[in-house]
């Protein structure tokens, strides 16, 4: 069994700042690219950034320059800061993670956790 738990959503005030977090728990033997996912109402879900074990970055333009994933791979963790949040930056934020698991990658997603960012 494999959880992901997402945490530091919120609601504040465009040009805010956050901090999400996102920590894996269960039976794997390591995690390989882990990212950050969000989706609107109505919308589909749409990458935000990802990370490797080793620590390369990928970002969506829409994000660039605003947010920067993080991870800790002795907690099994991965972050999104958040900056200068606007509006549209509203959605559920979702954590992925691809797990190794007795030689095979799995694929995990997180519940969510909402943002709100208000005008």
């Known amino acids: 069994q494999v959880q992901l738990v997402e945490s530091g959503g919120g609601l504040l005030q465009a040009g805010g700042s956050l901090r999400l977090s996102c920590a894996a728990s269960?039976?794997?033997?390591?995690?390989?690219?882990m990212g950050w996912y969000r989706q609107s109402p109505g919308e589909q879900r749409d990458l935000v950034a990802t990370i490797t074990a080793g620590g390369m970055t990928n970002y969506a333009e829409f994000v660039k320059g605003r947010f920067t994933i993080s991870r800790d791979n002795a907690k099994n963790t991965v972050y999104l800061q958040m900056n200068t949040l606007k509006p549209e930056d509203t959605a559920v934020y979702f954590c992925?993670?691809?797990?190794?698991?007795?030689?095979?990658?799995?694929?995990?997603w997180g519940q969510g956790t909402q943002v709100t960012v208000s005008s």
């Open positions: 992925r993670g691809e797990m190794r698991i007795r030689g095979y990658t799995y694929s995990y």
């Open positions: 269960g039976n794997f033997d390591s995690i390989n690219a």
